[in-house]
């Protein structure tokens, strides 16, 4: 279940401007893909990792998305870092919050 006041916060990010635009975008793709690493993002944005990397950074400092786990990339021969959403979500995001985005997808596409 998520907290009201998590959900509330992050209305008030995106009305007050807080939240990028590409901040969003990545945020959605998490949400969309759930569990996933910085090249994962990337390649369902369609943007350079360099891209994806900033705005990583700056939602994981806002506590939108946390850590969850180490993945072994099988193409770059690396471990690296997986991405969840953060402190509002357990396992799955509710309705609300998927309704939410996808009012904010129409409005970016």
């Known amino acids: 279940m998520v907290n009201p006041k998590s959900v509330d916060s992050y209305h008030k ?7 990028s635009r590409r901040q969003s975008q990545v945020y959605h793709t998490i949400m969309t893909l759930g569990k996933c690493t910085n090249r994962m993002i990337a390649k369902s944005l369609d943007w350079d990792i360099n ?3 900033g705005r990583v950074k700056e ?5 939108l998305i946390s850590f969850a786990g180490d993945y072994k990339d099988k193409d770059t021969n690396r471990t690296v870092s997986l ?3 953060g402190s509002f ?3 799955e995001p509710n309705s609300q919050l998927k309704d939410l985005f996808n009012q904010f997808k129409n409005i970016f596409s």
Do not use: A, I, P, Q
């Open 59 to 63: 939602l994981r400092e806002k506590d």
């Open 13 to 19: 990010l995106l009305e007050d401007g807080t939240l």
């Open 89 to 91: 979500e357990d396992n």
């Open 83 to 85: 991405w969840k959403l």
């Open 51 to 53: 891209r994806v990397t």
